[in-house]
C-alpha cells in the first residue's frame, strides 16, 4: 500500500492521521492531497515533531497538537481523554521522501482514483454507493472489479433498488493490500495480516463479524467520494462473515451467498434496518426501527393483512416484533424484503437525494420541469383544472393564475410517507400583461403576453432563489 517517490513529488501537501495515546503519537496513515495544507488547529501541543526527510536529512518539522484534549461546556476544566485522532496537514516539500512521527516512519501514499463503475449524475443529485476492498492484493485487484460487478448487478436486481437504477452512483475504489485475505482474531485461530483497511473476522468476539479500521475506511471515503450514501468494504476472504454498522457495511463476496450477505448488510447501513432474527436477549430502554417494535400497534399498520405480514416475535431482541414470520432479506439470506422493509427502502434512497425536480424553468408561455428519474408522474394544474401530463406544458391562451406541476412516484411499494420524500410542487404565478404585445411582435410565438413568476420551494436552496424574478414575455 505504499508508494514510490515519483508519485508524490507533485503533490502540494500530505494529510497525516496521527492517533495518540499514553505512549504518545503514532502515524496511522499518510495520504498526498492536492491543496493547500490546513492551519494545524490551536490546544496544547505534544511536544512531538513530524519530521519530514529527505535523503539528507529533516528538511521540516511540525508540532503535532494534542486532540486528546476537549473543552467543556460551561466553567469546568479541560478533559483529557485516553485516546484520540489527529489530522495534521503539512507542506510537502519537493526532495521529501518520508514522514516521520518519533519511531514510525510512512512513504505517504497516493490515494487510488475512484472508478465509476456506474456514473449516472452528479454526487450531489444521486445516491452514491462506494466500494473498498481488502485483502485484495495488487495482482487480485481484478478479482475485486469483478466482486463489486457482480454485487452491485446483484442489489440492482433486487426490489426496490432494480426500479431506480437511475438513481445510482457506484464507485470502486482500488486499493491494493500487502497481503491476500484479512486478520482473523476467532478465539485460538489468530491470523493477522497486513491490509489496506486493517478489517478482521472475530470483532467483538463474534467469529462471524467483520470489522476494520474506523479511521482508514472513513478516512479514504472522503477522499474518495465526500458525498457517499452508502460504503462497503468487500473482504477477500473465503469465510462467511460480514456487518451492518451504520457508517459502512462490510461482506465476504463468495457467490452468491456473499452478494446476499452484501445486500443484508446494506439494509443496516444504507435503510436503517435492524435483524429481523433474534440475538437470544431482550432489550427494554433502546430505541426501535421501522422493521422491529415494541409497541402494541406496530409501525406498519398499512401493511397488516399484505403479503403475511403481521406482527412476529422476536426481532433482534425477543421483546421486539417483526413485519413477517420469515419472508425478508433482513431474517434470513433470500432476495427480497419483506412489504414494510421495501418501504423503508424507497424511502432511504429518496432521503439520499436532493428532491424529484431537478430544475424547472418558465417563460414565453412554456413551463418544464427536469425529473431526477423517468418514472415520475407529472400533473399540471392551472387554476383549479388539470391540464395536462409529462415534464413539460405550454399555455394557449394566458390565463392569469397559478400554474402547479405536481411530481410523484407512483409506486405501489409506499404506503406512508411522512416526510413528504415521494412527491413535490413547483408553483409559478402567471400573469398577463395589461399591455399587448410589443410593436413587432413575433408571428411565430402565441398572442400570450405572459409574464411569470416562479414560487420555489422551500427545498430548492438559495442558488435558485436567487434566480426568483418577474420575467416579461415579448
Ligand atoms: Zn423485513
Redesign the pocket.
Known amino acids: 500500500m505504499l508508494f514510490l517517490l515519483s508519485s508524490v513529488v507533485s503533490a502540494t501537501s500530505v494529510r497525516a492521521l496521527v492517533s495518540i495515546d499514553d505512549e504518545g503519537a503514532h502515524l496511522v496513515d499518510a495520504v498526498v492531497v492536492e491543496q493547500d495544507p490546513r492551519a494545524p488547529r490551536g490546544g496544547p501541543g505534544l511536544g512531538e515533531f513530524l519530521f519530514v526527510d529527505s535523503a539528507n536529512g529533516p528538511v521540516r518539522f511540525t508540532e503535532v497538537p494534542d486532540p486528546r484534549h476537549r473543552s467543556v461546556v460551561g466553567e469546568h476544566d479541560a478533559v483529557v481523554l485516553e485516546r484520540a485522532h489527529a489530522l495534521v496537514w503539512l507542506e510537502w516539500p519537493d526532495d521529501a521522501r518520508e514522514l516521520r512521527l518519533g519511531e514510525d516512519t510512512l512513504v505517504p501514499r497516493s490515494p487510488p482514483p475512484a472508478e465509476a463503475v456506474q456514473e449516472s449524475g452528479p454526487t450531489d443529485e444521486r445516491l452514491d454507493m462506494v466500494f473498498l476492498g481488502d485483502g485484495y492484493t495488487a495482482d487480485e485487484l481484478d478479482t475485486f472489479a469483478e466482486d463489486v460487478d457482480r454485487i452491485t448487478e446483484h442489489m440492482l436486481s433486487i426490489e426496490p433498488y432494480g426500479a431506480y437504477p437511475e438513481v445510482f452512483n457506484v464507485w470502486r475504489v482500488d486499493q491494493a493490500s500487502e497481503d491476500s485475505g484479512v486478520s482473523h482474531y476467532e478465539g485460538s485461530s489468530q491470523v493477522e495480516r497486513d491490509t489496506a483497511y486493517g478489517c478482521f473476522y472475530g470483532c467483538g468476539g463474534i467469529s462471524r463479524l467483520i470489522c476494520c479500521d474506523d479511521d482508514l475506511v472513513l478516512n479514504e471515503v472522503l477522499d474518495e467520494v465526500p458525498g457517499a450514501d452508502g460504503v462497503m468494504v468487500l473482504i477477500n476472504d473465503p469465510m462467511y462473515g460480514g456487518a451492518g454498522g451504520f457508517e459502512y457495511a462490510t461482506s465476504y463476496t463468495e457467490d452468491p451467498t456473499g452478494s446476499q450477505v452484501a445486500v443484508h448488510e446494506l439494509g443496516h447501513s444504507l435503510v436503517g434496518?435492524w435483524d429481523?432474527y433474534s440475538y437470544g436477549q431482550a432489550w427494554n430502554q433502546g430505541p426501535e426501527a421501522p422493521?422491529c417494535t415494541r409497541e402494541d400497534e406496530p409501525p406498519w399498520t398499512q401493511w397488516l393483512g399484505e403479503d403475511g405480514v403481521d406482527a412476529f416475535v422476536p426481532c433482534s431482541y425477543t421483546n421486539y416484533e417483526?413485519?413477517?414470520e420469515g419472508d425478508?432479506m433482513?431474517?434470513t439470506l433470500r432476495d427480497d424484503?419483506?412489504p414494510?422493509?421495501r418501504e423503508q427502502a424507497v424511502l432511504a434512497i429518496y432521503g439520499a437525494l436532493p428532491g424529484l425536480v431537478v430544475d424547472s424553468w418558465g417563460g414565453e408561455g412554456s413551463f418544464g420541469v427536469e425529473l431526477i428519474h423517468p418514472d415520475l408522474d407529472v400533473t399540471w394544474t392551472l387554476g383549479d383544472e388539470v391540464v395536462g401530463s409529462g415534464t413539460e406544458i405550454t399555455l394557449d391562451p394566458c390565463v392569469e393564475t397559478t400554474l402547479i406541476a405536481a411530481v410523484s412516484d407512483p409506486t405501489e411499494w409506499v404506503r406512508a410517507d411522512p416526510d413528504g420524500l415521494l412527491s413535490e410542487e413547483v408553483t409559478w404565478s402567471v400573469e398577463c400583461s395589461a399591455v399587448k404585445p410589443a410593436p413587432d411582435p413575433d408571428p411565430t410565438k402565441p398572442d400570450c403576453g405572459c409574464a411569470s413568476t416562479r414560487t420555489v420551494p422551500l427545498l430548492w436552496g438559495l442558488a435558485a432563489l436567487a434566480a426568483l424574478v418577474r420575467r416579461r414575455l415579448h
Do not use: F, G
Request: glycine residues 0%; neutral net charge.
Open positions: 434496518l429481523e422493521n417483526r413485519p413477517t425478508c433482513m431474517n424484503y419483506c414494510v422493509c
